[in-house]
């Protein structure tokens, strides 16, 4: 019983789709964060739910840690195999299964991308909403319960995973939730597995809630005079009720950065790209209300836009924000922070921050998905020098600290991973334990993804 | 270790709090369903976090089952005491802890009804959405994932508890969730708490979500020539994504029954009542959309109204349907079902159920809130007759299969309850064992409202 044995085993069953390469390995202990490199014993790759049940079989009776892996952009580190074991790689589980255009909803596996969904199901007329930016697969974003710039008005994946199929320790497979929008039967493990970042079970399809495309949409930017007067704004257009589909924050520093990776003019100081989804009498009546607000509230010029073209290199150009921002220190690597706090907390959290930042010695752009209280500094250091990622993670520290101090959260959407484990017991006290009796009754051996989330020991 | 020496030693603490007086004991044994009464062996009144956690050790120590007790509006013998045990009576715990306007959330402790919440709210601009019909405790709302007429706008309590405080069986004291808008903090206990009929866990405390009161709303009212026009007016109305804020589908024999309870004169077809809420622009368009809908399927008159009386006095005559229905045969008692399926096959699922009742021997007619493709048929039986408690059990039973055979839940908003448990395996396949195998992490002793949603022994 061993990692070894259990790879071995594999291997008789699934041949070359178990790999232990250095080059297929080293591609899977890499991450986007700044965590170290921790290479796993074996890459395997799955075809099926059946398969998986099998892996799962096999490394239970030997005691090997799996690992789920998507697209490998966690910037956590969730998909490290810190306590080795193999890296399971769903990239050969991609497919669209079904799509149920009436129903709104389709059904996925785990290695399909978001952008790969939508792509499919663009002559439909629906989307699937949920948009953290990088191309991450759909099973990543469900374990991680992943959100970004569209959560404001259409939820993040907790609200949009309808159900799952997933594979448990012991090799079980089950379904969870229904095709129903509601539903009152028995514990809501849909909600308990999305989140749970492969240490519960492993995702090997998702049920989607899809969403019509917008009869109307439009886009704005507006430039502000200091970062207090663009959050106030945020507050007020939140508070008001305004169905914002993207309002999104970034400081004078983050559109330096974007200025320069996308080749724009902005001028450089705190900004907000916003979007407005609705019929064209809605979106009209939208812009005009948040207008009102920003002007209220010193915002600059409202550039305002229905051009699908000029949408789309709005959003393109936020997308790419983070590796923009890391352009800024060439060769550098970012620990990234996730704070969520109350809405009427948020000018507060981001001023203390900002100010905070500017008084260290590295730099930290700040940007957010402002509407739901959810903002990121990008913190970015110089490889290998000590000092600096002490000082990136005082800096993190404080934020984590000062959100838990205003009755937010550590991560409002990067998840746990390794980087966030260590706050687990602030935030929850003893639910934290909770936590861990779950994963002790549903894997006992603790194969999955072990040393994330929860501590067992 | 009983049951007895639990109660004595509960009353050497809480003192007349303790209460087992025959008729407090029958008030707490009945329910508003057709299940026979069950006593418990006594009444708990407790009025901290810290009682309740008292109560939780004791009962823990002397293996009584703990089952609590909101408002007893429950349609599936939730808070019977099957195993004997405690009624845990919540009235005492009732206040409104706290209220956010700027982040529209509130604190309350969960002996508080939602019409008392809303009531304290009204000044404030803001109101609690979820409504069930009942004057449901808050607790017990969360307790059995309720939901009701708005939901397909404004979402379940599963959107709308944000967070809870929670005695777990052994007396533990926990938190979860957090008032930020989102989080990917580790294992979402809030959701895995709320629908878990008390059997995870005692809430103590809730935070919940509020809405803005909308600037604007209107109510219409529009017969309709059969059920399948009805119907299928709704899921054209869900599918252009009009966000309705309440589409409720009445059947004939339920027009009756309000007509007589309510003194209203409304042609005796099948009707839908719809709210619409927004900007006054907004409210003009959704209806304006429906109106043609409406029309296009068949639809009457569109009965529209913008005034606050005539709104009120629709959804008084909505909210008393149950009652109104059970009118409609003097003395009976209702076997209710509660099933919810996707939308695409809503129409199809209400057809072949109304004609299969229209052959059996006894009433039953069909509501339902549509517009998440959950409906009711409250099948009427002469307390004692068993041969239309058989009949009543068949047509329950034929519907909850065609439900899941369509895809769908055997329980929308009622919960699992003693009425449902039997279909949870069907239902949920080897996630009925997991859901098992987490109450039995949490619960080992089995205290809280055994018998209940899972099967443990």
New interface residues.
Partial sequence: MSIETAIVALGKTLGDRVQTGESVRALHGANESYYDEVLPDAVVFPRSTEEVALIARTCAEHGCPIVPWGTGTSLEGHALAVKGGISLDMSEMAALLEV?A????CRVQPGCTREALNEELRATGLFFPVDPGANASLGGMAA????GTT?VRYG?M??NVLGLQVV?ADG?????G????????????T??I???EGT?GIITELTLRL??QPEAAASAVCAFPDIDSAVAAV?ATM???VPMARIEFLDAECVRAVNAWDRRDMPETPHLFMEFHG?E??VA?QAETVREIVSEFGGGDFGWSTAQEERNRLWHARHNAYYAVKALRPGCRAVTT?V?????RLAEAVTETAAEIAQSAIPGPILGHVG???FHAALLIEPGHEGELAEAKRLAHAMAER?LRM??????????GIG?KR??EA??????Q??A??K???DPGNILNPGK??EVN
């Fill in positions: 149920n009436e129903d709104m909803d991680t319960r992943a959100s959560a993040t907790r609200e448990l079980r497979v089950i379904h969870t229904s095709r129903a929008r509601k539903s009152s039967a028995g514990y809501d493990l909600k308990l999305v989140g749970s519960l969403q019509g507050q508070q008001m009720g019929s009498a809605g009546e996730d969520c706090v109350p809405i009427s739901d209280g959810n959100a009755g937010g959260t550590v991560t409002g959407e990067h998840g746990v966030k706050y687990m935030e929850h006290g003893a639910g934290w909770v936590m009796e779950i002790r009754a549903l989330v929860v």
